[in-house]
């Protein structure tokens, strides 16, 4: 392909993410935790806590391996709420409880398809039946934001004079990662705002996709993004939001039938 194809792809997907009523991240994960009734909330990757601080859960736990707050603080404010300062690969493998499930996991750790991809399956495992996993910075806002390599994107940002301080790295290879080798989980990608992923199992396992290799889906770069928009199901949060309630009543009904005949 060259240049001027890829210029006129790349400008129409910059003009294509601007403002349209933005929702917010904890707008979102809130959303999403009222068709639950006492949910358990994960968050891994809570920073400053702006996003975690802000969710109405039954039960609460954070992991970071550095929490940018007062955990004294948080503790005395939240008090339904865990706090683990470890990596997310420890708390997968020593720290959480056994048996315990989540009905709602937010995954926004380290942005490197590696870890997002490590961070989700430790998720599968862990997430009740009905249960949903949210994958933050999945649409990258520029090249420079998909580099997988954080210091390398501020490098070019700064040469470059680019103003964002966004990076979401390569986490974006997770969405075709879920889309070939997860057919039994449905994915849709909120449109408005700046590209999380919502993940939840479902009835019966696709079988119209696309399949991409491993090594296929390692090598993907920015530009993937914009010329396979198919497989991020982009759509504004009210509709996915339905789909989800939609889906969950079918399934209780089906429950329903079953358990009386």
Not at 88 to 104: A, C, V
Not at 107 to 117: I, M, N, S, V, Y
Request: glycine fraction near 4%; proline fraction near 4%.
């Amino acid at each position: 392909m060259t240049w001027e194809p890829q210029r006129a792809l790349i400008v129409a997907y910059c003009h294509a993410s601007g403002d349209k009523s933005l929702i917010s991240r904890p707008d979102v994960l809130n959303g999403i935790l009222r068709l639950f009734r006492q949910a358990h909330y994960l968050e891994v990757g809570v920073n400053r806590g702006e996003t975690f601080l802000q969710i109405n859960a039954e039960r609460k736990v954070a992991v970071d391996p550095k929490f940018l707050f007062s955990l004294e603080d948080a503790h005395k404010q939240h008090t339904k709420s865990t706090f683990h300062e470890v990596t997310s690969d420890l708390y997968f493998s020593e720290r959480i409880k056994p048996g315990e499930k989540f009905q709602l996991i937010y995954l926004d750790g380290l942005h490197t398809f590696e870890q997002t991809l490590r961070d989700f399956v430790n998720a599968t495992h862990c997430l009740s039946e009905d249960g949903v996993i949210v994958i933050d910075d999945v649409i990258p806002s520029s090249y420079q934001a998909a580099m997988p390599d954080q210091h390398d994107a501020f490098r070019v940002k700064a040469f470059t004079g680019d103003p964002d301080n966004s990076w979401m790295g390569d986490t974006y290879k997770l969405v075709f990662f879920i889309h070939t080798f997860f057919p039994d989980y449905n994915l849709r990608t909120v449109a408005n705002n700046h590209g999380q992923s919502v993940v939840w199992r479902r009835p019966m396992a696709r079988s119209d996709f696309h399949p991409y290799t491993v090594a296929e889906i390692a090598g993907l770069e920015f530009l993937d993004v914009i010329r396979t928009p198919e497989v991020f199901h982009k759509m504004d949060f009210d509709s996915i939001y339905d789909e989800l309630a939609a889906e969950r009543a079918s399934v209780a009904a089906s429950s329903s039938t079953g358990s009386s005949s």
